[in-house]
């Protein structure tokens, strides 16, 4: 593992993604730097799972350049780098919560004690010890993606691309999960979390703000909180979108609109 | 191409399998039911003997294309295999684990099938009975090979079992067990030449007609295989670790 790797986790120029014959990302450039918890935020439908796709190496991409870790992205190098966890849960439902998470661990070449080792670690910090021998398909919804992030977790990647992982988990998990993000950046992983819990916003070092396939704000969540005046991120976030709204509006229907939300700083953002 | 990744895979599927004692059951005891019917319609006649070895080849061909479709859609459709592919398992990795796992479960079907027509039904054959065992679990390889590649075209698991009377029931019908190839028009001769599934049921003829066939059995075995072969390198371009 390239723990603490120098130069940016991710830098995406120019890239141009559709699906199913619709524009999803028109034109993005981002560069996140290594060690931090950048937290994906924008509305369903903004593009954030594509993105996530797009870095990871499984979606198609029209144009544009990644270079993930200074890898092209989904190049063979970063295979055992790079952790994915998709937005609904991949794991195998017919297989033991433990017996999924050392597969996945098998996948990413660990064996024997190693293994072992990192199975009840992960199991741990995913709180699942005490279901370990169950099958994932008796499990809740929220423990079947807490089995995903486990697969995820155990082969300790370089970078983690999380799409939407708190879904559906209580607080006192949501809150582990979230120290536990903040320790691993510290020991030099990057963390990519998507979100449209904007209470989450605050956990993180750096937000991107996605709205229609658009980098809208690209912060930390203290600035964000400074640039819109508002009291909290779900209130900043919905002034920064309306103050875009009204600024496309105008600009396509020459129509000029009063937002009353005097979000107007926030166009400076994107 | 990983040995430790492939077996890793092959015991996961396994693992998987044993989770569903019923679809266990209905692999080991669906061919016997079969065999017995076949045997008990046929009583008093030498018809058994004749076809009893030829549907020994089939039955795991038959059983392993449906398991073997089924699951890799499921794996599709999951996710799971996407992000599969975003780690170091490779295509083959994951094909020749999915073919190892079933065609250690062919090998129990086949000794138990082949016990059954054997001891029970009182089938009898000119070459050795273990050779029944050994074409058996190459069919079942073809069938599996097969399925990894319907599944690629299968969008639904609707779709995927209709694939089996599409894939299979054509080669049942041109195998030579109906109408000996021989005696087929001629250019239903030549579709015939071109399916692994006679060259199988050639295999198992043999065996039950000749006390030598190992020669005849292994160029048929040959070909059985280049097919497998090839359906793992076609499968192999149905599974992208890139999606539109």
Partial sequence: MMNNFEGPAISINGLQVSRGGRSVIPDLSLTVASGQVVGLLGPSGSGKSTLIRSIVGVQMISAGTITVLGHPAGSPALRSEVGYVTQSPSVYGDLTVRENIAYFARAVGLRGATLADAVERTLAEVDLTSQAAQLVGSLSGGQGSRVSLAAALVGRPTLLMLDEPTVGLDPVLRRDLWNLFGHLAAAGHSLVVSSHVMDEAARCDRLVLLREGEVLADVTPAELLAQTGAADADAAFLTLIDAETSTSQRGTAGHDRHDGHGGHEGREAS | ?244
């Fill in chain 2, 1 to 244: 191409m990983n040995a430790g990744l492939t077996l890793a895979t092959a015991a996961r599927v396994l693992r998987q399998v044993r989770s569903d004692p019923r679809t266990i059951a209905l692999i080991l005891i669906v061919p016997c039911v079969l065999l017995g019917l076949l045997a008990w319609i046929y009583e008093s006649t030498p018809v058994f003997d004749g076809i009893g070895p030829a549907l020994l080849g089939v039955f795991p061909m038959i059983v392993m294309f449906i398991v073997t479709s089924v699951a890799t859609l499921r794996e599709r459709q999951s996710g799971t295999l996407e992000r599969l592919l975003t780690t170091p398992m490779g295509k083959g990795d994951f094909m020749i684990g999915y073919a190892v796992a079933f065609g250690v479960l062919a090998v129990v079907q086949a000794l138990v099938a082949t016990g059954f027509a054997v001891w029970v039904c009182g089938l009898e054959v000119a070459g050795p009975v273990w050779l029944l065992i050994v074409v058996a679990v190459f069919n079942a390889l073809l069938g599996t090979a097969l399925g990894l590649l319907a599944s690629g075209f299968a969008r639904t698991e609707f779709q995927a079992v209709q694939f089996m009377p599409a894939f299979i029931l054509p080669q049942f019908l041109l195998c030579g067990l109906l109408v000996a190839r021989d005696a087929m028009p001629e250019v239903l001769r030549w579709v015939s030449d071109v399916l692994p599934l006679s060259y199988a049921v050639d295999a198992m003829k043999q065996i039950a007609v000749s006390a030598d066939p190992s020669a005849a059995v292994a160029g048929d075995l040959g070909i059985v295989t280049s097919f497998v072969v090839l359906s793992l390198a076609l499968a192999s371009l149905t599974l992208s670790r890139r999606s539109p």
